[in-house]
């Protein structure tokens, strides 16, 4: 089934550990523009460098709640055009 037309998306603790390079498998989720993965166990920076594999036009990208957004290792995603960024 695809979700072509699919723009906002809610994964909301699911208990998601990673996110499998795209090459697994293909994507149907090119549309996606807000993606919440808030309150599952993401712990890799490298995972989430992953999403833009997945959904190459998304804008927004909540983490919180994950341990690599808690207490020092917090950190903030931006997504510019076609590369993710990560303020120090």
């Known amino acids: 089934m695809r979700y072509c037309r699919l723009q906002r998306l809610v994964l909301s603790s699911n208990g998601i550990e990673r996110i499998p390079p795209r090459e697994s498998c293909p994507s149907h989720l090119q549309g996606l ?3 919440s993965l808030s309150s599952n166990k993401l712990h890799n920076l490298h995972d989430i460098d992953q999403l833009y594999e997945w959904c190459p036009n998304l804008e927004t990208l909540s983490l919180a709640k994950n341990p690599l957004s808690e207490g ?6 931006f997504f510019e055009e076609t590369h993710t960024h990560f303020p120090q």
């Open 33 to 35: 523009k807000v993606l």
């Open 72 to 77: 020092q290792h917090k950190i903030i995603v």
